[in-house]
């Protein structure tokens, strides 16, 4: 009796197992599909845009007129550009699975970071007006400046990517002594509640036949770069309860160089 009571355990507990196991593959098969769809999509789109334009400009350049030739030669930079963020989500996603991405933590200033994100979007941001709230005095954190640029850039990037042109992306940060707050809100459609904490899983995209261009991989980047520092980062709704804001919480530590405790 109880040998056939430990045979059913065994068989459940196998069962449950070969589940389990399934499940992983079948998510890893999802992962996989989900990935070779967004490669083929987001490195053919910008290709073929540049193609087209380089190869008008090599056929008709003499006979077109400086501002046909400015605007062939902008789509060239533009979509090289988008290409570029892409390979760089690649990069950080592989490092991400690999558990390479460790940060390189520097003394440094969150208003520099944010410049430095704000400079690299550059002609990203044009049509949007970019507020920026900082205290007076924030102390310095403890970061790898790099990776929390990326993270920063991300957000912007996705702000003005789904909010509308004219509209205004704010970014405001505080601090309580032992958390640093940053919050990068928009005036665009915003993210429904349900899907508040799937956005932050690759290759989540929320369903909207808005057709921007996407991968559904910077949120879960930025998420673990940011969980990497120890920190957190959240989606709610907008100012207002307009558009969407990101959080982003970074722990504090003690003492600032220069600074007693
Ligand atoms: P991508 O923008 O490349 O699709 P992300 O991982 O950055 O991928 O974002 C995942 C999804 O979250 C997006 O597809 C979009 O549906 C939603 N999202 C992200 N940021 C915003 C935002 N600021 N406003 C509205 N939706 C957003």
Not at 205 to 226: E, H, K, P
Request: with cysteine; aromatic share 4%.
């Amino acid at each position: 009796m109880l040998a056939d009571q430990a045979a059913i355990a065994i068989e459940r507990t196998t069962l449950v197992g070969d589940i389990e196991t399934a499940r992983v593959a079948t998510e890893r098969e999802r992962l996989r599909a989900a990935l070779l769809s967004s490669l083929s999509h987001d490195l053919r789109t910008p290709l073929v845009s540049i193609m087209g334009a380089a190869s008008s400009l090599i056929t008709y350049g003499p006979s077109l007129t400086d501002p046909q030739r400015t605007d062939l030669s902008q789509t060239i930079q533009d979509e090289a550009e988008r290409l570029n963020r892409f390979v760089q989500n690649l990069l950080d996603m592989t490092r991400l699975e690999a558990g390479a991405l460790r940060p390189k933590t520097d003394w440094v200033d969150l208003p520099d970071i944010i410049e430095a994100a704000r400079r690299r979007a550059g002609r990203l941001l044009e049509r949007h007006t970019v507020r920026i709230t900082l205290p007076p005095a924030l102390p310095l954190i403890c970061v790898d400046p790099v990776l929390i640029e990326q993270v920063v850039f991300n957000l912007l990037d996705n702000a003005r990517k789904y909010a509308p042109p004219d509209s205004t992306i704010t970014v405001w940060a505080g601090h309580d002594g032992q958390t640093l707050t940053l919050e990068i809100s928009d005036q665009g459609p915003g993210i429904p509640p349900e899907d508040r904490e799937r956005v932050f899983d690759m290759f989540y995209r929320v369903d909207r036949n808005d057709r921007q261009s996407g991968t559904g991989l910077g949120l879960a980047i930025c998420r673990g770069i940011v969980t990497a520092h120890g920190g957190t980062l959240q989606a709610d709704s907008g100012l207002n309860g307009v558009g969407a804001s990101l959080i982003l919480r970074l722990p504090m530590p003690e003492t600032v160089p220069g600074v007693p405790a």
